[in-house]
């Protein structure tokens, strides 16, 4: 029986109620592209919310995460993954839930005990020692030389920087055929982590001050692709019951075999994986160049290349046929991926095409600058180069830079990109209705000029002048504004010259983020207040000019040029448009 039916089973046995895995995209959580844990969707609940399937909770949920994108090839890091997870909301507590893992282990798995071992946590910051959950491992009978004693960095969990946490026990497991030493030692790479119960009691905001939540909470999580390939007792997770198949295929579509070029086709099997499981999800997310179609975007280009390095048959239909074992083979457990197996396919496909159109001239130009190259460096916008113009993700630049011995400046390049991206989100997002829908560097400072023009327009001809839309491209800024009046040649004059005043007072542009109300209380200047976030960012310029806006601005009006007005003109009724350029 599969580890999900027997994991569920168990604790349905035990009072749980099975909840559905939760999709990818987190949807009470703006500050994370995905789900990166089986509690993320659970975090409402966890602070207080009754959820409406009781206290005693059960699932197996699809996880990403994308921080170790870099380290998957190598035997146990994937983007994908899934998460076992069980937890009881203000329910049982210590007790129960240790002796529900040690039951679970050694009696449904038949995991000997002298295979495990456990971290407890040791007591800092005022929170104290974990004796309570020490005292209910030995007696279960595991012994005092297999318990360790960790401070907050191993023993006390968190999802990133604030929310609910608490002190957490680990459980370890020897992966060896090596004689298990006496005593445990959670530095020695044989003993694996394969379970993690935290103890959630507490909630730390944003400031890192701790209190208590209402409930006391537990929140346990197994990784499953390790436990499965530890179970089956390989040390490297792609030789395990969940990849072995899929490796087998992508070595008959190469033409090396799997001792051969393991990296290679540890990436094609994970990157594919997650592509599967990030286009079939219900939030719908096809590639593109921002936040999480950005992510798949990555993944399947980067897959794409080791395709072409494992010399895998461009026109094979490769993907579809990898595609197709892992719908097949997580059917049973994720409907949506029958469901969308359509858009699945059609989504890898579409963007191998158009990967494919760029990629051979891209690799040529590479080929180019690299012999080229006076240092053993690329720059960034070399870097940035591959990326706009051949749709390059910075680690395949990295990864074939990395092939030549030379590094690549991916600080400088992550700046620009940052940049370019910030315009691409705002544009996608709608945020300027036909705003801002290109990326360079002049358009930012055009879109800087555009709050300096409200501003001005509202110091010199009315100050209820509000912007009505704008629309921005390397060339030139246009600019829409209710006014009831054609302006007349001293108002234009006027409005150019004092936007011209700041921008040679060199005025520093700073960002703040708030809340909306705070916002509009303090007077921030916004077009569509109900289209924006309860969390808003809100740009200054000096203090002539603040406005709720998704950016990216220049970081001083210094920056600009000089500003010119080069047409104003009626747009629709009250409404004036101003084409400007700024020299
Ligand atoms: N939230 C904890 C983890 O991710 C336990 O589920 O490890």
Redesign the pocket.
């Known amino acids: 029986m599969n580890l999900k039916d027997l994991y569920i089973d168990f604790f349905v046995s035990k009072g749980h109620k099975q909840i559905p895995s939760a999709p990818v995209v987190p949807e009470n959580d703006p500050s994370v592209l995905f789900n ?5 969707p659970l975090i409402p609940y966890l602070m207080g919310r009754p959820h409406p399937y009781g206290t005693r909770l059960v699932d197996y949920q699809k ?1 990403i995460r994308t921080s170790d994108l870099e380290r998957v090839g190598d035997k146990s890091h994937h983007t994908f993954f899934e ?1 076992l ?1 069980n937890w009881s909301l203000g329910d049982y507590f210590k007790k129960e839930s240790i002796g529900y893992s040690f039951e679970f282990l050694t009696k449904i798995l038949k995991i000997p005990v002298e295979r495990l071992a456990v971290t407890v946590f040791n007591g800092e910051d005022n929170i104290p020692k974990d004796e309570v959950s020490a005292s209910i491992w030995k007696n279960l009978g595991i012994s005092e030389d297999r318990i360790a004693y960790l401070g907050k960095e191993d023993n006390f ?1 968190i ?1 990133g920087d604030s929310g609910p946490c608490g002190p ?1 026990t ?1 459980i370890f497991y020897f992966r060896s055929d090596d004689a298990i030493p006496v005593k445990f030692d959670p530095n020695d790479e044989r003993w694996v982590e394969i379970w ?3 103890f ?1 009691e507490f909630y730390k905001d944003n400031d890192g001050k701790i209190t208590e939540l209402p409930q006391k909470n537990v ?5 499953y692709e390790r436990v499965v390939a530890v179970l089956e007792g390989v040390d490297d997770n792609y030789l395990s019951s969940v990849w072995i198949d899929i490796v087998k295929k992508i070595e008959q579509l190469s033409k090396y075999t799997y001792e051969e070029n393991p990296t290679s086709m540890r990436i094609i099997a994970d990157h594919i994986r997650t592509a599967v499981f990030i286009l079939g999800d219900e939030a719908g997310i096809k590639p593109s160049n921002t936040d999480q179609g950005y992510i798949l975007r990555r993944l399947i280009r980067r897959a794409i290349r080791h395709a072409k390095k494992l010399e895998i048959d461009e026109n094979s239909n490769w993907e579809v046929i990898i595609a197709n074992m892992i719908i097949d083979k997580y059917a049973k457990y994720y409907h949506e991926l029958t469901k969308n197996k359509e858009v699945i396919l059609e989504g890898l496909t579409n963007e191998k095409n158009k990967f494919n159109r760029t990629l051979a001239k891209g690799l040529k130009e590479f080929e180019k600058i690299t012999s080229n190259l006076t240092t053993d460096t690329l720059n960034k916008d070399l870097a940035f180069k591959l990326y706009d113009t051949y749709g390059f993700p910075i680690e395949l630049t990295v990864e074939l830079a990395n092939e030549k011995a030379i590094s690549v400046d991916v600080e400088g390049f992550n700046e620009k990109f940052k940049a370019h991206q910030e315009l691409s989100r705002t544009a996608s997002s709608g945020k300027f209705k036909g705003g801002l829908a290109g990326d360079s560097e002049k358009e930012i400072k055009y879109h800087t000029a555009t709050h300096l023009l409200n501003a001005a327009l509202k110091v010199v001809v009315n100050k209820d002048i509000h912007q009505k839309g704008s629309n921005i491209t390397s060339e030139r800024m246009r600019f829409d504004f209710s006014c009831d009046h054609k302006l007349t040649d001293e108002e234009k004059q006027k409005t150019e010259q004092l936007v011209n005043k700041w921008i040679s007072e060199g005025l520093d542009v700073t960002v703040t983020e708030m809340s909306k109300e705070q916002a509009l209380k303090s007077g921030a200047e916004c077009m569509f207040i109900e289209k924006y976030p309860d969390i808003v960012t809100v740009y200054s310029i000096g203090d002539v000019s603040k406005e709720l806006c998704g950016g990216p601005h220049v970081k001083n009006t210094s920056e600009l040029g000089k500003f010119k007005i080069v047409k104003e003109e009626a747009s629709s009724a009250g409404v004036r448009r101003i084409k400007a350029i700024l020299e």
Do not use: P, S, Y
């Open positions: 990166t844990a089986g509690m993320q996880c998460m997870g969990w999802a957490d680990e993690n119960n935290v959630m929140d346990t999580g197994m990784g």
